[in-house]
């Protein structure tokens, strides 16, 4: 963090297929080792099985299984008087978005199968459909916000 002033968000253009910004993140977080094009490869490899799957737009399952898998809530840890405690905060934006992408892609290369471009396709269909290990994740930081509700007034 910057002593002086506050860093601003660099604006990231859109995936060169699409023009989405999302998918361009989404890109970037799935590359390993600066190979952006066979991140790009495998994301746009697993839209086609999408697309044969599904028969909906591809970027349009995709977005929405996004949506589904952006928490609304999180726990975040607070010391207070010698104690820890889970206290559930909102979630701003930005990082709804980031921790969506790295669910995703933690819950795409966890699952077994065959090839990523396969796992991903499935996992981003198991989303938009509101199952799935991204929305396990989802739905496991929902209720553990919840169930620590009591701390609710050390936010600050």
């Not at 889970?86 to 992408?101: D, G, W």
Request: charged share 35%; hydrophobic share 35%; net charge positive.
């Amino acid at each position: 963090m910057p002593r002086k002033g506050s860093v601003n968000k660099r604006k990231i253009a859109g995936d060169p297929k699409y023009g989405n910004q999302m998918a361009a993140k989404f890109i970037n977080s799935l590359m390993l080792d600066g190979k952006k094009s066979k991140a790009e490869k495998i994301f746009y490899d697993a839209f086609d099985v999408i697309a044969e799957k599904s028969g909906k737009d591809p970027l349009e399952v995709f977005l929405a299984a996004m949506e589904n898998v952006k928490p609304g809530i999180e726990v975040r840890p607070r010391r207070v008087g010698g104690a820890t405690y889970q206290v559930p905060m909102e979630v701003n934006s930005f990082r709804k978005q980031s921790l969506a992408i790295r669910w995703l892609l933690t819950a795409v290369r966890n699952r077994d199968g065959k090839s990523t471009k396969d796992k991903l396709a499935s996992e981003i269909l198991e989303a938009a459909e509101g199952r799935g290990g991204s929305i396990k994740r989802r739905e496991d930081t929902h209720k553990m916000a919840d169930a620590n509700r009591a701390f609710a007034h050390y936010r600050w």
